[in-house]
C-alpha cells in the first residue's frame, strides 16, 4: 500500500463493478482516490479500434473523492476536453469537434448558439408538449396494468423531447432511435459498432441536410420556419457564431445522443429508486413540493452518467498523485456525489436534503462544460415522475419480472424495467 | 459608482463556474440557480472577468447602467 495509483481489486470494466460500483468507489476514496488502470490487450484493441484515435490509450486514471473532480473540472486549460470524453485519445477536430468534444475558443461559441435553445426560459415552452406525451403514453398502456418503463415510458419520454426540439415530426422518429442506438453502441465498442455508428452518422447528415436546405429556401424565399432549436442553430443572428453545416450536423448528433439515455435512465432510475424506498415516496406522494429536490437526489444518488474523461495538457499532479501529460483522466460523478466531506450520509437516499447542500453534486458536471441540457432534462424527469405516480397510484416493481440493470461503463440505468400496478376500473 | 450584477434565471443553468471562482460574490439558491451576494466583495476587473466565464451567458454586470458583459 501506500501507492496511490494501484490499488487491486478495482476493475473499472469487471461485471462486479458494473453490477453495484458504490462499494468499490467507497473503497477508492478511501484508499487509493486517483487510480490508475494499465488496460489489457483486449481492451486496448476495442476502445483504440475507432477510426478518429489519434493515439491509443493503454491506461487512464479514475479520480473519486469530490473535491478533486471539482478542481478538475474546473480547470479546463489543464483538463482539456477536445480528444472526447470516453477513454479513447481523438484526434483534434478543430472548429468541428462539439460542445462535449471541443476546448476553446469554439467551446465557447457553440455553447452560446446550442445554449439558447436549452435555456430555462426555452424549456418552460417545451413542458406542456412533454406533459401531453406524458400523458398520452400512459393512456395507451393503463388499461394493461403493467409495462416496462425503460422503452415504452423513459425512452419514449426521452426520444419524443429531443425530437420536439429538433422539430422531427413523429412519423421520423423511429429512424432516430435507431441511429441513436447505433451511434451509442460505438461508445467503446468494437469495429463492426463503429462502421454502423458511421454509418448512422451519414444518415442523420443527409436527413438533416436536406431538412437544413429546405429551411434556407424558405428563409430565402421570405417564407416563415418552424421556431425550434434546428432553426436557432441553422439561422444563427451572430455572423461570427454562426455554424457551418458539418457544425450544425455535429450539434444534431450530440443532442440526439446526449439527451436521450441520459434521461431514459434518469427516469428509470427515479421510477426505481421510488419504488424500493416506501418512505421516501410516501414523503413525496405527501407533498409534492418536494419533487425539484427529490428528482436533484435521484440524480445525485444514481446518476445515469457514471464518469466523463478529460485529457491533461501537460503533467500534473492530483491529490499528490503524479499524472503525466497527454493522459486520459476519468472524473467520477458518481463516486464524487457518495463522498461524506462532500454531504452527510451521502449512500442513504433522502428526497428532503437540503437543497443547497444537494445542488453542489455532479450528477450534470459541473463548471463550464456543465450539462448543456440540464433544464431540459430536468423538466423530462419531473414531468415523467409525477405523472407516472400520480395517475396510477398503486405503481410498483414487477414483483414476477425484476428489472434488468443495464450493462454499460458509461451509464447506470436499467436495460428492462417491468411495473404493474391496479389498471383504472378495477381497484379493489 | 461600483458595478451592478445580475443573473438571468430563465439562462443559469447552475453550472456554478461563478460560484467556484468567486465564493464571496456568488452563491448558489435553493433553485440551483446563482444569486448574487455582494457585488463589492471583488474588484471591478475581476467580477468583469469572472462574470465572462459563465458557461450558460447568465451574468450581466453593468457600469452606471451600462452594460459591460453579457445582455447578447
Known amino acids: 500500500m501506500g501507492d496511490l495509483t494501484d490499488h487491486d481489486g478495482y476493475d473499472p470494466y469487471s461485471f462486479e463493478v458494473r453490477k453495484d460500483p458504490y462499494p468499490q468507489y467507497e473503497e477508492l476514496r478511501k484508499k487509493c482516490p486517483v487510480h490508475h488502470h494499465g488496460l489489457d490487450s ?39 476536453s477536445g480528444q472526447g470524453p470516453g477513454p479513447e485519445r481523438l484526434v483534434a477536430l478543430d472548429g468541428i469537434g462539439m460542445l462535449i468534444y471541443a476546448d476553446e475558443p469554439h467551446h465557447s ?74 451511434t451509442i453502441a460505438a461508445f467503446g465498442g468494437n469495429t463492426e459498432t463503429y462502421e454502423q455508428s458511421f454509418a448512422a452518422l451519414m444518415e442523420l447528415s443527409q436527413y438533416f441536410m436536406a431538412e437544413i436546405e429546405r429551411r434556407r429556401e424558405r428563409v ?26 458539418v457544425e ?31 418512505e421516501e415516496r410516501a414523503k413525496l406522494e405527501a ?46 460523478y458518481a463516486s464524487a456525489n457518495r463522498d461524506s466531506d462532500y454531504l452527510p450520509d451521502a449512500d442513504e437516499f433522502r428526497i428532503d436534503r437540503d437543497p443547497k447542500a444537494l445542488r453542489r453534486h455532479l450528477g450534470f458536471g459541473f463548471g463550464n462544460h456543465a450539462c448543456l441540457g440540464s433544464a431540459m432534462g430536468r423538466m423530462e424527469l419531473r414531468t ?12 410498483g416493481l414487477d414483483p414476477d419480472r425484476p428489472p434488468q440493470r443495464l450493462d454499460a461503463f458509461f451509464m447506470r440505468g436499467f436495460e428492462t424495467l417491468p411495473l404493474r400496478w391496479t389498471p383504472p376500473g378495477r381497484g379493489a | 459608482m461600483s458595478l451592478e450584477v445580475r443573473i438571468d434565471d430563465g439562462l443559469c443553468l447552475g453550472a456554478q463556474r461563478c460560484v467556484y471562482l468567486a465564493p464571496a460574490v456568488f452563491d448558489l439558491n435553493a433553485n440551483g440557480q446563482a444569486e448574487v451576494l ?20 447568465a451574468i450581466t454586470v453593468l457600469r452606471d447602467g451600462e452594460v459591460v458583459v453579457g445582455g447578447d
Open chain 1, 109 to 182: 461559441r457553440q455553447r452560446r448558439i446550442v445554449g439558447k435553445g436549452f435555456s430555462p426560459r426555452m424549456v418552460e415552452l417545451v413542458a406542456p408538449k412533454i406533459q401531453a406525451l406524458a400523458d398520452e403514453l400512459i393512456d395507451g398502456f393503463a388499461d394493461r396494468g403493467e409495462v416496462d418503463a425503460t422503452p415504452e415510458y423513459a425512452n419514449a419520454i426521452a426520444m419524443g423531447g429531443i425530437c420536439e426540439m429538433l422539430g422531427v415530426p413523429a412519423s421520423d422518429r423511429p429512424l432516430f432511435r435507431r441511429w441513436t442506438e447505433e
Open chain 1, 220 to 245: 430565402a424565399g421570405g417564407k416563415d420556419v418552424p421556431d425550434d432549436i434546428l432553426s436557432a442553430l441553422i439561422f444563427s443572428p451572430y455572423e461570427e457564431r454562426q455554424f457551418n453545416d
Open chain 1, 384 to 395: 415523467a415522475v409525477r405523472t407516472l405516480f400520480s395517475r396510477l397510484p398503486d405503481v
Open chain 1, 42 to 80: 483486449v481492451d486496448v484493441e476495442r476502445i483504440n479500434a475507432n477510426p478518429l484515435v489519434a493515439r491509443p490509450t493503454t491506461e487512464f486514471w479514475s479520480v473519486t473523492r469530490y473535491q478533486d473532480c471539482v478542481e478538475i473540472l474546473q480547470n479546463a486549460a489543464l483538463f482539456a
Open chain 1, 287 to 332: 407533498d409534492w413540493s418536494l419533487l425539484d429536490n427529490a428528482m436533484e437526489e435521484v440524480i445525485r444518488f444514481e446518476p445515469p452518467v457514471q464518469g466523463l474523461f478529460r485529457n491533461t495538457t501537460a503533467a500534473t499532479e492530483v491529490a499528490g498523485c503524479p499524472i503525466p501529460d497527454d493522459a486520459k483522466v476519468r472524473v467520477m
Open chain 2, 38 to 57: 455582494e457585488a463589492g466583495a471583488l474588484s471591478d476587473d475581476e467580477l468583469i472577468a469572472v462574470a465572462r466565464q459563465c458557461p450558460n451567458f
Open chain 1, 248 to 278: 450544425l450536423i455535429m450539434a444534431c448528433q450530440i443532442l440526439l445522443v446526449a439527451g436521450n439515455d441520459t434521461t431514459t435512465h434518469a427516469i428509470g432510475n427515479a421510477i426505481n429508486l421510488l419504488c424500493t424506498h416506501p
